[in-house]
């Protein structure tokens, strides 16, 4: 089996990989759903409180517990799937864990796009305000990067610059999917 994580800050392109993955029949693991789930768990509103309860998670079980919750979802399809994607990484701790329970089984992969890009793909993704706001758009950058991410996308093995058009990023998902990270190295 062949574990792909993917990183990358918001508006790369990450959730788009995970929607091609899921097209091609590819079972996807979203590290946000522990977090999600762990909000339930707590009753609080996974809109208000996920980045509380990611930070309450990392303080209580370690910096990898996030992580550590993922690998039973990601070894439900060991059996039935010849790759799993993991979307939503966000440090070299959790990084670490992976390549500690998979091994050369798992292939990590920066999703990179410059700061106006990702900023464009937010306001018109429009989830929220915060998505069409510039400022808050560097702080999350930077938060996210203090988390570790910085240092989980300099040890991908794969990083693919999603600034092209999107059937193009779409074609080279697939091609990782179906064929592995070398088919992608530049």
Request: with cysteine; proline share 4%; net charge negative.
């Amino acid at each position: 089996m062949t574990v792909i994580g993917t990183v990358g800050l918001a508006g790369s392109g990450k959730g788009e990989a995970a929607e091609v993955a899921r097209e091609e029949g590819v079972p996807v693991v979203t590290m946000g759903d522990v977090v999600r789930e762990a909000c339930r768990e707590r009753d609080l509103d996974p809109a208000e409180h996920h980045g509380q309860a990611a930070r309450d998670l990392r303080e209580e079980n370690g910096p990898d517990a996030i992580a550590e919750r993922t690998l039973p979802r990601v070894r439900e399809h060991r059996d039935d799937h010849d790759t799993v994607l993991i979307d939503g990484i966000r440090s070299d701790v959790e990084v670490d864990r992976f390549q500690e329970a998979f091994g050369e089984e798992f292939a990590l992969v920066s999703v990179e796009a410059p700061f106006e890009v990702r900023a464009e793909r937010l306001g018109e993704r429009g989830r929220d305000e915060s998505d069409r706001d510039l400022k808050a758009l560097r702080e999350r950058d930077e938060r996210e990067l203090g988390f570790g991410m910085g240092e989980a996308m300099d040890e991908a093995d794969v990083v693919i610059e999603n600034t092209d058009s999107l059937e193009s990023f779409h074609e080279t998902i697939r091609r990782l999917l179906r064929d592995g990270p070398d088919a992608v190295k530049p």
